[in-house]
């Protein structure tokens, strides 16, 4: 069965320093994508970053990358030059391969920036 | 303004009263799919719906149901609410499948006594 762990119940940073945020994955679908996800303290489920398992680059979108490492599962979340307003919860999911239809979370990780 | 809304945002309720929880989305989305989310365990899938009248079973479906009549409307039911479906609850939308983007709603808090 496929499974998201995401090990660091919280993680600090300083303003302007990078962090790095673990997701480990477990499927034995040769086909899967993964996501990542913010939810700020308001709630609401903001989407960051997508991976494709066939895809040959890492994702990036504007502050974050995924660190995607296919053989060791990981798809670290690295936001470069973190802000105040990166404090949230991330979480990080997978596609299950059936039809693409199904998603599964992890317990996510909540990052706390400081000045 | 493209959107996923919910209705209620908040609700208490008490156990076996029924109670329907309201999901639109105004994108005209294929994908919808309705998840709780509860402290330590992250979100889980209940319900998802591919298109209309067409609808299949998350990781926990079990005291839920849904419907989808209408592509814009994908309305979550508990026909006997009981306190252990006590969550925050979110409804999301995508134009055909999960590898296009997610649009979430604002979430739904529901205290079961």
């Known amino acids: 069965a496929q499974k998201i762990t995401q090990t660091q119940p919280g993680m600090f940073v300083q303003e302007k320093e990078a962090v790095t945020l673990d997701c480990t994955y477990d499927?034995?679908?040769?086909?899967?994508?993964l996501f990542w996800y913010k939810q700020p303290s308001s709630g609401e489920m903001i989407f960051l970053i997508y991976?494709?398992?066939?895809?040959?680059q890492n994702a990036t979108e504007g502050r974050y990358s995924l660190n995607f490492q296919k053989a060791r599962k990981s798809a670290n979340l690295v936001i470069s030059a973190s802000q105040l307003g990166d404090s949230a919860m991330y979480f990080c999911?997978?596609?299950?391969?059936?039809?693409?239809?199904?998603?599964?979370f992890g317990t996510g990780t909540r990052l706390l920036v400081s000045p | 303004e493209a959107q996923v809304t919910q209705n209620p945002r908040y609700l208490i309720t008490v156990t076996g009263k029924k109670l329907t929880v309201t999901c639109s989305q105004n994108?005209?989305?294929?994908?919808m799919s309705w998840y709780r989310q509860d402290p330590g365990l992250g979100l889980r899938q209940i319900y998802y719906?591919?298109?209309?009248?067409?609808?299949d079973k998350g990781d926990v479906p079990e005291g839920y149901k849904v419907s989808r009549k209408e592509k814009r409307n994908f309305p979550l039911i508990l026909e006997s609410p009981s306190p252990n479906q006590t969550s925050l609850y979110f409804c999301?939308?995508?134009?055909?499948?999960?590898?296009?983007?997610?649009?979430f709603g604002p979430g739904t808090r529901l205290t079961v006594t």
């Open positions: 719906s591919m298109n209309v009248e067409v609808t």
């Open positions: 999301a939308s995508s134009l055909r499948s999960l590898l296009d983007e997610q649009y």
């Open positions: 499927t034995s679908d040769p086909s899967y994508g």
């Open positions: 991976q494709g398992s066939y895809d040959q």
């Open positions: 999911a997978m596609i299950r391969n059936t039809g693409f239809q199904k998603l599964v």
């Open positions: 994108m005209n989305h294929e994908y």
